[in-house]
């Protein structure tokens, strides 16, 4: 898969998560089983904003030179890696239902498609 692709494909899942977030954080976040105080609303509606900020640099980041790609996807497999590690941590402590094992897995996906573009498809330069 080319790397514009896959950058064209996370940006598409983040905006969608990210939007729905900003707009409904309590409505998503009970798909997974997680009730949602006032403060986890207004800190879901920041981390929407932050998806919706990292889906608009994968859609832009899509057309960039390789050392622009290079970059982004080294900071996106940082960003995901944590992130999946912070999902699986969660999921294991009972925090969601078995949907959040989706949540993981989205999570895994896109820290091996951004370590896979950045480590093999551009090269470790």
């Not at 996370?10 to 009730?35: D, E, N, Q």
């Not at 932050?50 to 889906?55: A, E, K, S, Y």
């Not at 969660?90 to 094992?101: F, I, R």
Request: some cysteine.
């Amino acid at each position: 898969m080319k790397v514009s692709t896959f950058l064209v494909i996370k940006a598409i899942v983040s905006l969608i998560f990210g939007i729905t977030l900003a707009l409904a954080p309590a409505a998503l976040m009970g798909l997974y089983g997680v009730t949602l105080d006032v403060t986890g609303a207004f800190m879901g509606r920041f981390f929407g904003a932050c998806l919706i900020g990292i889906g608009l640099t994968c859609w832009l980041g899509s057309s960039v030179t390789d050392d622009g790609q290079r970059a982004i996807t080294l900071a996106l497999f940082i960003g995901d890696t944590i992130g999946f590690i912070v999902a699986l941590v969660a999921q294991l402590s009972g925090m969601m239902n078995a949907l959040g094992w989706v949540v993981v897995l989205i999570w895994l996906l896109l820290a091996l498609g951004n370590g896979y573009c950045r480590f093999m498809r551009l090269g470790a330069r």
